[in-house]
């Protein structure tokens, strides 16, 4: 290499070294400093459980839709805080366990500033024993039908990530034990106000239909179911209650109190309180006779779904949990068509009770023996109740979670609590960070190949010109 060209040379290497340096600092600059996870909790106190759902997500990215998960969740042994009514101080004692789960799961250090939410049903004394754990207590709340009702839209629709895209939402619908909710965005007017609620998330306006029947959760469905049923039957036959909706050869001593111990139903004074509860395995009379507990003879409305109540066409994909899920997963109905469905529960309610119990020696009586019930309740609810058909019925998905989080109204209710679905749309960086990385490295290589055609060119031009000198 002659030594004129030692300036151009030394000059090419500092611009390389300076860009090579240019990006590298600006690539480690720009990393996403994920400081660590911060943490949520929520109790949501049902009327058959009570669990504590702990949330995690990177406090960068708290914003953004998606990052939110379900780190662990809880269950409360015995049937839940809300069974605790005559034992207050019982409630706060049988959170002990899941609380000090959560002291396990969620870092010492960011005990204090991790939220707990308590919603549902709820007692003050477990206020109290919540309280005495090292997080941050934000009070106990009584959630409204229509609150958890949305609140379980956004978190499916949140683990979705619909909320960020303009496409279609994802109708919610959720069964508990006491109370039943159906939520959607509907494609016409709602036509009454207690029923419509809106949103305006990420920039986006949602206007939801959501309604909660309360006494129509699927035990307090059985209760109205049963009531209904000894009214008509205990007067002429005060011994046997014959039940369409239990196994041929089912046959368990029942009080008249035990289906009538609930608001959901009037009181039934009868002489003669003991009654055997009778199978008869007979689903399209289990059907008949679940259709008694829904009135749809009255409508003020353009259109109603039960009981007078104002519903538009249901729209969309839906997303079914809870009890939804917990029924018809047992029964493997996930994804039949509504025709194949009730082929198959025909066929499963007609089984003797002998046969249902030695095919599943593990699972509890009490709830082995509503499976029947329970699916032609649901089939009931959202064929006649809600009015889906066997056209939209394969738009139902029955889900329990949506990647690790479980679907219910906890998630969406810490989300609206903690602000962290704004309102606008945060702003979003020009590309994500790797595009960012790849854009920064390419940038570089074509500058340096440019340095080195210039380069090039500028020795062969000399050499050409030293040339015709010669
Ligand atoms: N693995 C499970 C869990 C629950 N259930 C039943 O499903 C129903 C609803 O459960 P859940 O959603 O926990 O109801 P709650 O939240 O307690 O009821 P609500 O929301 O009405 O207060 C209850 O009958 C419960 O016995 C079930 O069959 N299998
Ligand atoms: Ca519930």
């Known amino acids: 290499m002659e ?6 040379v030394i000059f090419l290497a500092a611009i390389t070294v300076g860009i090579i340096i240019m990006v590298v600092i600006s690539v480690v600059q720009n990393k996403p ?11 949501d106190a049902g009327s058959s459980h009570t669990s504590v759902f702990i949330y995690e997500w990177p406090a960068e990215k ?4 998606g990052m939110v998960q379900q780190k662990h969740t809880c269950n409360v042994k015995g049937k839940g805080i809300s069974s605790y009514s005559a034992n207050p101080q019982g409630a706060g004692a049988s959170l002990q366990e899941c609380m000090n789960e959560a002291k396990q799961k969620i870092p010492a250090h960011r005990h204090p500033e991790t939220p707990v939410y308590l919603g549902a049903t709820v007692l003050d004394s477990v206020a109290l024993s919540l309280k005495s754990y090292p997080f941050s207590y934000q009070g106990a709340r009584i959630i409204s039908g229509q609150e958890e009702g949305a609140f379980g839209w956004i978190t499916v629709n949140y683990l979705s990530e619909n909320l960020r895209k303009p496409t279609g939402t994802l109708g919610a619908l959720d069964l508990g034990g006491a109370s039943t909710q159906i939520t959607f965005v509907p494609q016409q007017k709602i036509e009454s106000s207690d029923n419509s609620i809106d949103f305006r998330l990420y920039g986006n306006n949602y206007h939801l239909y959501t309604h909660s029947f309360l006494c129509y959760g699927k035990d307090q469905a059985l209760k109205l179911s049963m009531g209904k049923k000894l009214e008509s039957t205990l007067k002429t036959d005060p011994i046997e209650l014959r039940d369409p909706c239990f196994h041929p050869g089912y046959k368990v ?3 008249v109190p035990d289906v009538f111990n609930t608001p959901c139903t009037k009181e039934l004074k009868l002489a003669n309180e003991n009654f055997l509860h009778v199978g008869l395995g007979n689903w399209s009379q289990c059907q008949q006779s679940i259709r008694k507990v829904f009135n749809t003879s009255i409508c003020s409305y353009s259109k109603c779904s039960f009981n007078g109540v104002f519903q538009p066409s249901v729209y ?10 917990f029924v018809m997963d047992f029964l493997n109905l996930t994804s039949d068509s509504l025709a194949t469905t009730k082929e198959k529960l025909a066929a499963y309610c007609s089984t003797p009770w002998e046969k249902i119990v030695g095919n599943h020696p593990k699972i509890d009586q009490k709830y082995l023996s509503e499976y029947c019930f329970s699916a032609t309740y649901i089939l009931t609810l959202l064929e006649d109740g809600y009015k889906f058909t066997s056209n939209n019925w394969k738009d139902i998905r029955f889900i329990k979670k949506i990647g690790d989080s479980d679907a219910g109204w906890t998630l969406g209710y810490m989300l609206n609590l903690t602000n962290m679905i704004p309102a606008e749309a945060p702003d979003m960086p020009l590309m994500p960070y790797g595009g960012y990385v790849t854009f920064m490295f390419f940038f570089a290589l074509l500058i ?5 055609l210039v380069y090039l060119y500028f020795h062969r031009s000399t050499r050409t010109a030293q040339k015709d000198i010669i």
Not at 62 to 65: F, G, K, L, P, V
Not at 318 to 323: D, E
Not at 448 to 452: E, P, Q
């Open 3 to 8: 030594r004129r060209y030692m300036p151009v």
């Open 316 to 325: 969309g994909d839906f997303g079914a949990f809870s009890a939804f899920f």
């Open 62 to 65: 708290e914003n953004n839709t």
């Open 253 to 255: 001593p029942r009080t």
């Open 448 to 452: 340096l190949v440019l340095l080195l």
């Open 33 to 43: 400093l994920y400081q660590k996870y911060k943490y949520g909790i929520v109790l």
